[in-house]
């Protein structure tokens, strides 16, 4: 829905004050809302005066004068006289000649201040009067008839100077009620029957640039705006050209956008710009040229100059053209550069000229501090009966080729080279196979993997977040609890730790401290205490360089029944800090076994607590042939030596992702010395697992995860977690892709099909902008289609997709510049 206001008011800001009327239209249909005001809008002459005689002066007398941009000390903010202004007659009449310059050096800090402070006093004059009660009607009906986040055009139609140079966009109702409104100005009085030219649609979009001139300013950086746009611009370049050049190319020539770089300035409210080092025109001077433009289907000018309102009421007294897009007031080199660049991007990629301009210009708000009240320069003036365009209107669409024959005989569009589609398309699929062969080949030699995993990790943390598992607690033994009993503590304080939770009924017990050397005093009492109560579970790990073995006072069927390997796959990677936890080992065939230590637990500490719990719930435990368990009809299929991220996962032990619950304490928890003084109740214990295990830093246990640093004890738990919520929750497990000995073809069709598109976006978009946008959208929703699919447990091969995507765009696109270079 494209909503208009237009706020006419008719009258002077000095004695007689405003007639006013407010017309609200939706798709430039006048016959919507319409009232004019029973009371005039107040004078303030107090205004007009603060405006012209305090806030102008501050403005325009910032900084010194300069001799211009190649001066080593430059620091003048806005410019004043051209220094050769005694070498043409055309010059030497405009005292008021102003210039665009770049700033080297701000040096009155004082003045800057100042024109901030007299800018936010015009501002807030300019909202106390126009809360008036005279004016109550207007605001409130506006209110009434927009959303706060709806995009409308403003227009203040008036032929009072002051009111044309007053900060509109300050306006209350629209900074803080509908950011989304850009206010334009137009003449109080226009045709309104007058039918405005339409654009005329071309295979490319017509622009005019002239670049007049540039003493003491930098034009390039214009030019350069223009030369980065997409291929759907043909830009005309007239650089300081003289005036037959200007009405020779707007007579002979159709042009959708005309834009002036280059010094400008009004005297006696006439607008002039300086074309050349000897010449300025005005627009009388253009009058034929601009209306044979316009009638072939010119519909924006941008004067990227100073001081445009002059051009902009002698071109609308023409009732001319539709849009423009000017400076309403001296305007600094570094300012006029960053808006031309914004708009064009904004306005380019598709949005309306309104919402181009506006983003442009509140972009400047980030240069105010060097550049007070940047934001107040650009301005769109518009004829009320004109549809503003969007880049489209002035292309002709693939699938409509007889729009042609409605050009105007005057302007014929230059043949268009027969595309090959076919002929490009394959060339595309060849380009994204060739480059998925590449980006898989790379992955299967390992050359992607830190990055995979980092991306896994960061994809793990950014999941929903999941109540904690109540079938679990956690005895942590903190840093108080190390203080407190020592560390290691001594198997008596242990052995009471046991016998106060067993008092409680727990199902299983897991012990993830090593107790194969004794710690006096209470050995005895300990070793009892694992042998009356089988649902206790130790740990012994696989290490040749320290003694992690099961205590040595175990009988056999304690062993087989009653200790489980502790042991975590750590991984270093070569681009993360410390080692990651992500796979989870389950179990190995003592056969495949390679080490030499004593603890041959073939059973990992984390399914042996699973086991007991499931087995006192009923449910069936099984083997595959491969050693794959099955448990209440839920497989746990081992890791292949290729999965997702991995290229050399170990074969000979049993184990899988690790699916973290998403939440960095998966379990309730109590500290050691809650339970040595009784401070714990059976409800918290009774029917559950409890893991006891150090979270202290004397332990040094800590490794990183995908939720950052994590004791073991809190790893245990995440991993028996995941077995029971796979199980009796059918929460799933982490898979990838299917793949087919060792070759990962699932990913690679994933993999193909972003190259594909990165392919597609360089042929079809034929610009820069468009792949680095379309890129950038695709790559954000691939990221969003990994998180979605890990939230069911799938790993998608991101990193790769994203390479390949990137590495096909940019391969296409280069060799499309090339090819057309070549033609």
């Given at each position: 829905?494209?909503?208009l206001?237009?706020?006419?008011?008719?009258?002077?800001?000095?004695?007689?004050?405003?007639?006013?009327?407010?017309?609200?239209?939706?798709?430039n249909?006048?016959?919507s809302?319409?009232?004019?005001?029973?009371?005039?809008?107040p004078?303030?002459p107090?205004?007009a005066?603060f405006e012209?005689?305090?806030w102008q002066?501050?403005?325009?007398?910032l900084g010194?004068?300069?001799?211009?941009r190649?001066q080593k000390?430059?620091?003048?903010?806005?410019?004043?006289?051209?220094?050769?202004?005694?070498k043409?007659?055309?010059?030497?009449?405009?005292?008021?000649?102003?210039?665009r310059?770049k700033?080297?050096?701000?040096?009155?800090?004082?003045?800057?201040n100042d024109?901030?402070?007299s800018?936010?006093?015009l501002?807030?004059?300019?909202?106390?009067w126009?809360?008036?009660?005279?004016?109550?009607?207007?605001?409130r009906?506006?209110?009434?008839?927009l959303?706060?986040?709806?995009?409308?055009?403003v227009?203040?139609?008036t032929?009072d100077?002051?009111?044309?140079?007053l900060?509109?966009?300050?306006?209350?109702?629209?900074?803080e009620?509908?950011?989304k409104?850009?206010?334009?100005?137009?003449?109080?009085?226009?045709?309104?029957?007058?039918?405005?030219?339409?654009p005329v649609?071309?295979?490319?979009v017509?622009i005019?640039?002239?670049?007049?001139?540039?003493?003491?300013i930098n034009?390039a950086?214009?030019?350069k705006?223009?030369?980065?746009?997409s291929a759907?611009a043909?830009?005309k370049?007239?650089?300081?050209p003289?005036?037959e050049e200007?009405?020779?190319r707007?007579w002979e020539?159709?042009?959708?956008?005309i834009?002036?770089?280059?010094?400008?300035?009004?005297?006696?409210d006439?607008?002039?710009?300086?074309i050349?080092?000897?010449?300025?025109?005005?627009?009388?001077?253009?009058w034929?040229?601009?209306?044979k433009a316009?009638?072939?289907g010119?519909?924006l000018?941008i004067?990227?100059?100073c001081?445009?309102?002059?051009l902009a009421?002698?071109?609308d007294?023409?009732?001319?053209?539709?849009?423009?897009?000017?400076?309403?007031?001296?305007?600094?080199?570094?300012?006029?550069?960053?808006?031309?660049?914004?708009?064009?991007?904004?306005f380019?990629?598709?949005?309306?000229?309104?919402?181009?301009?506006r983003?442009?210009?509140q972009r400047?708000e980030?240069?105010?501090?060097r550049?007070?009240?940047?934001?107040?320069l650009?301005?769109?003036?518009?004829?009320p009966?004109?549809v503003?365009?969007?880049?489209?209107d002035?292309?002709?669409q693939?699938?409509?080729?007889?729009?042609v024959?409605?050009?105007?005989?005057v302007?014929?569009?230059?043949?268009?080279?027969?595309?090959k589609?076919?002929?490009?398309?394959?060339?595309?699929i060849?380009a994204?196979t060739?480059?998925?062969?590449?980006?898989?080949g790379?992955?299967y030699?390992?050359?992607?993997?830190?990055?995979e995993?980092?991306a896994?990790d960061?994809?793990?943390?950014?999941?929903?977040?999941?109540?904690i598992?109540?079938?679990l607690?956690?005895v942590?033994?903190?840093d108080s609890?190390?203080?407190?009993?020592?560390?290691?503590?001594n198997?008596?304080?242990l052995a009471?730790?046991?016998?106060?939770?067993?008092?409680f009924?727990?199902?299983?017990?897991?012990?993830?401290?090593?107790r194969?050397?004794?710690q006096?005093?209470?050995r005895?009492d300990?070793i009892?205490i694992l042998?009356?109560?089988?649902?206790?579970?130790?740990?012994?790990?696989?290490?040749?360089?320290?003694?992690?073995?099961?205590?040595?006072e175990?009988?056999?069927d304690?062993?087989?029944?009653?200790?489980?390997?502790?042991?975590?796959v750590?991984?270093?990677?070569p681009n993360e800090?410390?080692?990651?936890?992500?796979?989870?080992?389950?179990?190995?065939?003592?056969?495949l076994?390679n080490f030499?230590?004593?603890?041959k637990?073939?059973?990992?500490?984390?399914?042996?607590l699973?086991l007991r719990?499931?087995e006192n719930?009923?449910?069936?435990?099984?083997?595959t042939a491969?050693?794959?368990?099955?448990?209440?009809?839920?497989?746990?299929?081992?890791?292949?030596?290729?999965?997702?991220?991995?290229?050399?996962?170990?074969?000979?032990?049993?184990?899988i992702?690790?699916?973290?619950?998403?939440?960095p304490k998966p379990?309730?928890k109590?500290?050691l010395?809650?339970?040595?003084?009784?401070?714990?109740?059976a409800?918290?214990?009774?029917?559950?697992?409890?893991i006891?295990?150090?979270?202290?830093e004397a332990a040094?246990?800590?490794?990183?995860?995908a939720?950052?640093?994590?004791?073991?004890?809190?790893?245990?738990?995440?991993m028996?977690?995941?077995?029971?919520?796979a199980?009796?929750?059918?929460?799933?497990?982490?898979?990838?892709?299917?793949?087919?000995?060792?070759?990962?073809w699932?990913?690679?069709?994933?993999?193909?099909?972003?190259?594909?598109?990165?392919?597609?976006l360089?042929?079809?978009?034929r610009s820069?902008?468009?792949?680095?946008?379309?890129?950038?959208?695709?790559?954000?929703?691939?990221?969003?289609?990994a998180i979605?699919?890990?939230?069911?447990?799938?790993?998608?091969?991101?990193?790769?997709?994203v390479?390949?995507l990137?590495?096909t765009?940019?391969?296409?696109?280069v060799?499309?510049?090339c090819?057309?270079f070549?033609?």
């Open positions: 829905m494209d909503k206001i237009v706020l006419k008011l008719d009258g002077d800001c000095q004695t007689k004050g405003f007639r006013h009327s407010l017309q609200i239209a939706e798709n249909n006048f016959s809302t319409h009232i004019t005001g029973k009371e005039n809008l004078p303030n107090e205004l005066a012209e005689e305090h002066q501050k403005y325009r007398t010194s004068h300069s001799r211009g190649q000390n430059v620091h003048l903010i806005y410019p004043f006289l051209h220094k050769n202004a005694k043409n007659t055309a010059v030497k009449s405009a005292k008021g000649l102003s210039f310059i700033p080297k050096k701000i040096s009155n800090r004082h003045s800057l024109c901030k402070e800018g936010e006093k501002a807030q004059m300019l909202n106390d126009l809360n008036c009660p005279e004016f109550a009607r207007v605001d009906l506006i209110g009434d008839n959303n706060k986040d709806e995009e409308a055009r227009l203040i139609c032929d100077k002051h009111l044309q140079k900060p509109w966009h300050r306006w209350n109702l629209f900074a009620r509908f950011p409104a850009e206010v334009s100005l137009s003449k109080l009085n226009y045709i309104t029957s007058e039918k405005l030219q339409k649609r071309k295979y490319r017509k005019l640039v002239i670049l007049g001139n540039s003493d003491g034009v950086e214009d030019r705006s223009f030369n980065n746009l759907d043909e830009v370049f007239l650089v300081e003289k005036r200007i009405n020779d707007l020539e159709c042009w959708d956008i834009f002036f770089a280059g010094h400008g300035e009004t005297e006696d006439t607008g002039k710009i300086y050349n080092e000897t010449d300025c025109l005005t627009i009388d001077e253009l034929y040229g601009l209306k316009v009638n072939n010119l519909q000018a004067f990227n100059c001081d445009g309102l002059g009421t002698k071109l007294d023409f009732q001319m053209i539709p849009q423009m897009i000017l400076m309403r007031e001296l305007v600094p080199d570094a300012v006029a550069q960053e808006f031309l660049k914004c708009f064009l991007k904004e380019v990629a598709g949005k309306s000229l309104y919402a181009a301009a983003e442009a210009r400047l980030t240069m105010e501090r550049f007070p009240c940047a934001s107040w650009p301005v769109i003036w518009q004829h009966a004109a503003p365009p969007v880049w489209s002035f292309l002709i693939p699938d409509a080729p007889a729009i024959k409605s050009l105007p005989d302007c014929p569009p230059a043949p268009k080279p027969p595309v589609v076919v002929s490009s398309l394959v060339s595309v060849l994204s060739a480059c998925t062969w590449a980006v898989m790379g992955r030699f390992g050359a992607m993997q830190a990055w995993l980092a896994f960061r994809l793990m943390g950014q999941r929903e977040p999941e109540l598992d109540n079938r607690l956690i942590g033994v903190t609890d190390t203080v407190k009993y020592g560390y290691p503590q198997d008596a304080t009471k730790a046991l016998a106060k939770l067993q008092q009924k727990p199902l299983a017990i897991g012990l993830n401290m090593h194969y050397q004794a006096p005093p209470g005895k300990l009892d042998k009356k109560n089988t649902n206790l579970i130790t740990v012994c790990a696989y290490d040749a360089a320290k003694i992690y073995e099961p205590p040595p175990f009988s056999q304690q062993l087989n029944n009653q200790v489980g390997f502790s042991n975590l750590k991984e270093e990677q800090k410390g080692e990651s936890i992500r796979i989870q080992p389950l179990s190995y065939h003592p056969n076994s030499t230590d004593n603890c637990s073939p059973t990992s500490f984390s399914l042996l699973a719990f499931l719930q009923g449910y069936k435990i099984e083997k491969n050693e794959e368990w099955v448990i209440g009809g839920v497989k746990f299929p081992r890791l292949a030596v290729r999965t997702g991220g991995y290229q050399n996962i170990e074969a000979g032990v049993n184990q992702l690790l699916n973290y619950r998403a939440n379990a309730l109590v500290t010395q809650q339970v040595l003084e009784g401070k714990i109740n409800d918290i214990v009774r029917g559950k697992i409890v006891i295990g150090h979270a202290s040094r246990d800590n490794s990183d995860t939720y950052g640093k994590m004791p073991g004890v809190w790893i245990q738990a995440h028996v977690s995941q077995i029971l919520s199980v009796i929750d059918k929460r799933p497990l982490l898979w990838v892709l299917p793949q087919w000995q060792g070759m990962q699932g990913d690679a069709i994933v993999v193909w099909l972003a190259a594909l598109t990165g392919g597609l360089a042929w079809r978009g820069l902008l468009v792949l680095a946008a379309g890129g950038g959208l695709v790559i954000f929703v691939l990221y969003q289609a979605v699919l890990l939230s069911f447990g799938g790993w998608m091969p991101l990193i790769p997709s390479i390949a990137i590495c765009g940019c391969i296409w696109f060799y499309d510049d090819y057309a070549k033609k």
